[in-house]
């Protein structure tokens, strides 16, 4: 390679300390090792970056192109030389966390901020997953961590899991959906005769799973919490939802809660990772998750 990262340091000394004596010094060499560097750069390259005709060699056009351009390639080289010591200390360059759809990111802001401070050389990368695809994301892995996985997977070889609490459910519909206006418990053929609003699950492997569906029910299908509600508050359809996100709604009166019989409205939320590939900062967001208060504004302790 005919450019030199060591003639980019000795053009970088050169500008910041003046003369070629003084960036010597600084660099612990000789002017004239200094001088020759610089000088076969400019043969291998066939340009010139000095002008040395007056008292004091000064840089030319080619030769600040060359040093502006060259400061960039010298601070990617230093952040690979410190990233690449980072990872020999166990730290992932990048680390993949999947949170389950009943699971906001906003949730976990004070955690993500409180990484950084500490560790800014691990990539973070958060994606949302639905119901089996959340388990699905960890076996397969296409994450290092899964946050808020219902329902337990199908195996736990090499699966490390942590119960985070139970995640409440309601049957919430529109005050002005038809089943509004029946009596209690709803009977489920009743239920039966109108659309469900579902989340699509997310798993790629496997037939995927609903969340409360009876059978030959017709359904409505959006990608994520947000749109469930507001096609369930514009009596689109019917539907379960986390209490927590279906609170507000309530509380205004754009949705209005049903018991059905025989119903059960909790599931077991779970944090969990891979056993086998935990580096130091996988292991520091477990450590977190499993102590992070946060998770009381959307889940309930069992009793």
């Known amino acids: ?44 390259l066939n340009i010139k970056l000095l002008d040395r005709s007056g008292h004091r060699a000064t840089f030319t056009s080619t030769g600040k192109l060359m ?39 906003s949730l976990l802001t004070p955690l993500i901020d409180l990484f950084y401070q500490q560790h800014q050389h691990t990539q973070l990368h958060f994606t949302h997953e639905v119901l089996a695809g959340t388990w699905e994301a960890l076996l397969y892995h296409r994450a290092d961590i899964i946050i808020g996985a219902v329902r337990e997977p199908v195996t736990r070889v090499g699966i490390g899991c942590f ?32 659309r469900a609003v579902v989340i699509q699950d997310s798993s790629v492997h496997a037939s995927g799973a609903d969340l ?18 507001t ?4 009596a689109l359809g019917c539907g379960y939802l986390p209490r927590y996100l279906a609170e507000p709604y309530l509380q205004s009166g754009d949705l209005v809660e ?5 119903e059960c409205h909790q599931d077991m939320a779970y944090l969990a990772w891979n056993e086998n590939s935990c580096g130091n900062a996988a292991k520091w967001w477990i450590e977190q998750l499993k102590d992070f208060s946060g998770f009381g504004d959307i889940y309930s302790r069992p009793a």
Not at 169 to 193: C, G, K, M, T
């Open 1 to 44: 390679m005919k450019l030199s990262l060591e003639a980019l340091l000795i053009l970088d000394a050169l500008e910041r300390h003046g003369s070629f004596a003084a960036a010597a010094a600084t660099l612990f060499k000789t002017p004239s090792a200094l001088s020759y560097t610089i000088q076969k750069m400019e043969s291998d």
């Open 163 to 194: 119960p985070l609490g139970l995640l409440d459910y309601v049957f919430a519909i529109s005050p002005r959906h038809p089943l509004a206006a029946l009596e209690e418990p709803l009977d489920r053929e009743n239920v039966r005769q109108y």
């Open 258 to 262: 049903k018991t059905l019989d025989a």
């Open 67 to 105: 040093l502006d351009k060259g400061r960039v390639l010298l601070q990617a080289v230093s952040e690979l030389e410190q990233e690449a010591q980072y990872v020999e200390s166990g730290w992932e360059s990048k680390l993949t966390l999947a949170l389950d759809a009943s699971v906001p990111l």
């Open 231 to 234: 096609a369930q508050a514009a």
């Open 212 to 229: 409360r569906i009876l059978d030959r029910q017709k359904i409505l299908t959006v990608h994520d919490f947000t749109a469930k509600v």
